[in-house]
């Protein structure tokens, strides 16, 4: 019985050895698996990158387009209009003795036409 109580524990320390090596090789093509991975999202990353560096240099070439089409007159006109709303909210939130009025543009009179009986 001694003996094969040996042999039984000399088995199972075995085990541990054997599963260690098969977690080893297991680790070890996790790692490899998530080396691999890495490259992919590396290279979709620079692929990214290089796609954002052309819509920039699009962008880029656009806007100086529109600018040397006299398109940057949007960008001169919004202050002025940010300022002729702030004054126009003012001017109306002053009282309304220190407003300035204007008066409507003149409009031709049209005649009145009367019609001839009162039952028309």
């Given at each position: 019985?001694s003996?094969?109580?040996?042999?039984?524990?000399?088995?199972?320390?075995?085990?541990?050895?054997?599963?260690?090596?098969?977690?080893?090789?297991?680790?070890?093509?996790?790692?490899?698996?998530?080396?691999?991975?890495?490259?992919k999202?590396?290279?979709?990353?620079?692929?990214?990158?290089?796609?954002?560096?052309?819509?920039?240099?699009?962008?880029?070439?656009?806007?100086?387009?529109?600018?040397?089409?006299?398109?940057?007159?949007m960008?001169?006109?919004?202050?002025?209009?940010?300022?002729?709303?702030?004054?126009?909210?003012?001017?109306?939130?002053a009282p309304?003795?220190?407003?300035?009025?204007?008066p409507?543009?003149?409009?031709?009179?049209l005649?009145?036409?009367?019609?001839?009986?009162?039952?028309?």
């Amino acid at each position: 019985m001694s003996t094969e109580a040996v042999s039984l524990r000399d088995c199972r320390n075995a085990l541990h050895a054997y599963f260690a090596e098969h977690k080893a090789a297991l680790l070890d093509k996790r790692l490899g698996n998530l080396r691999a991975d890495s490259a992919k999202f590396e290279a979709r990353i620079a692929v990214g990158m290089d796609e954002r560096r052309a819509q920039q240099a699009t962008r880029d070439e656009t806007k100086y387009a529109i600018a040397e089409h006299g398109g940057d007159r949007m960008n001169v006109s919004r202050p002025r209009s940010r300022r002729s709303r702030r004054t126009r909210t003012f001017a109306l939130a002053a009282p309304i003795s220190t407003r300035t009025w204007r008066p409507w543009p003149a409009c031709p009179r049209l005649p009145i036409r009367m019609p001839s009986s009162p039952i028309a």
